[in-house]
DNA sequence: CGCGGCTTTGATGTTCATCAAGTAAAGTGG
DNA sequence: CCACTTTACTTGATGAACATCAAAGCCGCG
């Protein structure tokens, strides 16, 4: 259960400019009416495909996998998502029940608005519609171009493009702890378990990169990224 | 380059009631001012990728394909689009330009719209907004879903998968004539031609289709069903 | 007529999933 | 706190699935 945490008023936030700069006080007050902030602890269930639609959510700090559940026991990773991600984009229009489910590999605060009261805003303000457009355009074409990207390359390719996307575009560091298991991995980028751990040994052996355990250190970005873009 | 065709005003089509019944004489006069209807043969582009995006298209007539271009002639399908599919919607809201280009399979009718007087009505419209962004949202879903699904099969399952959206979504019959060549199938399930071939032979052989250049006939749909389901 | 694109089949080798088996780590209940 | 169970991680061996290479026939088109 996560634990509500007191927040800003919306007018306050400092997220605002990322999606409501364009919105009066009315519309604010409207959407902080719902609002929620809540702290999901590492592990905790955000929400489950097929829940009933009710708040549009994002992400202030941490970060959260979302993913598609299969029966026997293997998951599909779609997307790891990063703070000010709007995280419930993808199910908002779909017909009343989310399409995938999201869960916190990081504690993670996200925040609730209504979902009803968002779509009145959208209705009476059709900038802010358009705005909503392309973010929700941009993120579908995003997962859309990764898939191609992923699926083009062999094992090794994946493996050193997953290693680049921690290190470049969520923790900006070479030396960094991996949020997910290997099983995770493997269910992010479309392969094995065992693969992926053997390939990441590989890598060890060929001191591409240093492991102890989640840690994970890039010894030699520019050969990783050169076995991404050729694998 | 495509021929120009009389058209109805907006009013008065019969595809309105797909995405603009709800739209008043104003907005359909809007519309309708700098509308074109055309005609591509089969063969001829539609759009392609990093163009300007001028218009907002929909296909009343035809099959068309929409696909990424790939340096070393190995394009990527993203989808086959029938009548009444909005196939710009996908770049409607990116920078500017077409993420992906669009050509016609068989001789297409596509309704031209102008985008900006679109995004007009979209802005003083919100309930047609919402009906865009649903649009949008499930042209999207669908087509993620079907990546992951063919992703997860075989190749004779993927080849099995194509055989029955062609007959069952596409033309309803058993009996078809294929609209793209082995290639183009291979770029849509992600394989290699020469598999294509090797197992629609193998299906041939089989007796699960027969097979006559592109003419294709089912004679065994439900072996075919499950072949989809379990390769 | 010849050239290029599409189709077809066979042979070959690589990539990868699967199976098996074992160690380490982490949670569970008495 | 320790025995117990489960889950995560690791490595090797094996065979299946698949891409690649090669060669040839076919057809339409300039």
Same mark, same amino acid.
């Given at each position: 259960m996560p634990e509500i945490i007191n927040s800003n008023h919306c007018k306050a936030c400092i997220y605002k400019g990322l999606l409501f700069g364009g919105l009066n006080d009315d519309e604010l007050n409207l959407l902080n009416r719902n609002k929620k902030e809540m702290l999901f602890k590492k592990g905790e269930i955000i929400s489950t495909e097929g829940q009933d639609i009710a708040a549009f959510l994002y992400l202030k700090q941490g970060l959260v996998k979302l993913y598609k559940q299969s029966p026997n026991n293997k998951d599909q990773i779609i997307s790891i998502a990063k703070p000010r991600?709007?995280?419930?984009l993808l199910s908002m229009f779909s017909l009343s029940t989310y399409k995938y489910s999201i869960s916190a590999l990081e504690d993670s605060v996200v925040c609730s608005l209504d979902m009803e009261a968002l779509k009145e805003v959208i209705k009476n303000n059709g900038a802010f519609a358009i705005d909503i457009m392309k973010k929700m355009s941009k993120m579908y074409d995003d997962i859309i171009e990764k898939r191609f990207e992923i699926n083009k390359k062999h094992l090794r390719g994946r493996i050193a493009y997953i290693l680049i996307f921690f290190s470049?575009?969520?923790? +900006? +560091?070479?030396?960094?702890?991996?949020?997910?298991s290997r099983r995770e991995i493997a269910e992010l980028i479309e392969m094995t378990t065992e693969n992926v751990i053997r390939i990441l040994s590989e890598f060890r052996k060929d001191k591409i990169i240093h492991i102890d355990g989640k840690r994970i250190k890039l010894l030699d970005p520019d050969r990783l990224e050169s076995v991404c873009k050729l694998g």
């Open positions: 991600d709007f995280i419930s470049t575009h969520i923790y +900006q +560091q070479d030396e960094f702890e991996l949020p997910i």
